[in-house]
């Protein structure tokens, strides 16, 4: 029987599903005749194309956090989430385990749901955490709040401590239960292709001497919105990857949805963007600076822009000036902010790829 591994991967946003599907397409390139199980409730064309030995299924094993929009968080559903998915939990674990005595795996990659935690245990393989966060710490100022919270992270720390270690990413926190195995270089995802090529594609001549400023949120502001931050500077010009209801205003450029958002994204001096790992990874690789909206309340967002500020300027956009469109004088004091010479390790992906091969005996640890 080939070797075979099972990647659980968190449907939270796109972060943790474009990483891991950069993990796994370094992996297959490497290893092709092994087979890789995704399992998650990520969209099914992250992953399309990956290798040939490379499935994926469509499975509840993670909640996340429930997004009203890119920065309003509903912390409320999310808990009514979470409590569901823990009444759910052994039937869950007692079916995930089943399958993977069935197909063979031999170990599991969580990114990262607690619950990979308790089907390893059940399944009798090992499971490794990889991520710069858990849940349980994401999840705890709330939980502490609730009455049956303490009884709920219990049960979310449980599947961590269930697990064999921890492959951590960059910007991270503290955890009780799990030992860090490895510190991880960041999962970048590279350009494809060249600057004139990319600004051919966006329509933009190369003698156009505007800063370009990439809104790269989905909802979040309505179209009056960022016609009012357009047209307040027009030194400016932005690329959207907002859908339009209509045409964009004079200064602002759609981008194409067949351009990849990191062809696009190189050939910007700064982003808008909500904090997540997967943007501050992208504009540190692609050398962008980064004014970020605030969300209420994602403890990660803090520890993420401290922890970036030395590779990437990052600053934030103070809430009421976002939803007003008043960006101008935010995105000019950021653009003075010099690109720091120092650069932060981004080969993630192949580091992951490899230690996985090594810990199924593909070669020698």
């Not at 350009?191 to 090529?197: D, E, T, Y």
């Not at 720091?340 to 199924?360: S, Y």
Request: glycine share 8%; proline share 8%.
């Amino acid at each position: 029987m080939p070797a075979r591994w099972v990647y659980y991967i968190s449907g939270h946003g796109y972060g943790h599903a474009q990483r891991c599907a950069h993990v796994v397409r370094e992996f297959a390139r490497r290893w092709p005749d092994v087979e890789v199980d995704i399992r998650t409730t990520a969209a099914p064309f992250i992953f399309e194309g990956l290798g040939k030995r490379v499935s994926y299924e469509h499975v509840e094993i993670d909640r996340g956090v429930i997004e009203d929009s890119s920065i309003q968080l509903n912390w409320p559903k999310t808990f009514e989430n979470l409590r569901d998915l823990i009444q759910d939990k052994d039937q869950i674990v007692r079916s995930e385990a089943a399958i993977l005595r069935d197909t063979g795996a031999q170990m599991i990659l969580a990114d990262i749901p607690w619950l990979a935690g308790y089907v390893a245990q059940a399944a009798g393989i090992p499971c490794y955490a990889q991520g710069n966060f858990t849940w349980d710490w994401i999840y705890e100022p709330y939980l502490q709040q609730s009455a049956d919270g303490r009884a709920m992270r219990d049960v979310i720390s449980g599947g961590y401590q269930r697990m064999s270690g921890w492959l951590r990413l960059p910007f991270p926190h503290e955890h009780r239960h799990l030992k860090v195995l490895a510190e991880l270089p960041l999962v970048d995802t590279p350009a494809i292709l060249p600057p004139n090529i990319v600004l051919e594609r966006l329509g933009i001549s190369p003698d156009d001497t505007r800063q370009r400023i990439y809104f790269a949120m989905r909802g979040g502001i309505s179209p009056e919105t960022l016609a009012h931050a357009v047209a307040e500077d027009p030194s400016l010009l932005y690329l959207s990857s907002q859908p339009a209801t209509g045409s964009l205003p004079t200064g602002a450029i759609a981008v194409p949805a067949d351009l990849r958002f990191w062809d696009a994204l190189s050939v910007c001096n700064l982003a808008i963007s909500k904090l997540g790992h997967g943007i501050v990874t992208d504009t540190i690789a692609h050398r962008v600076r980064l004014l970020w909206p605030p969300r209420n309340g994602f403890r990660e967002d803090l520890m993420l822009a401290a922890g970036a500020q030395p590779y990437c300027p990052n600053a934030e956009l103070p809430l009421d000036d976002f939803l007003a469109g008043r960006w101008a004088s935010h995105v000019h004091l950021l653009l003075q902010a010099p690109l720091p010479e120092t650069r932060h390790p981004i080969a993630g992906a192949a580091f992951i790829a490899d230690w996985v091969a090594r810990h199924l005996g593909l070669f020698p640890l």
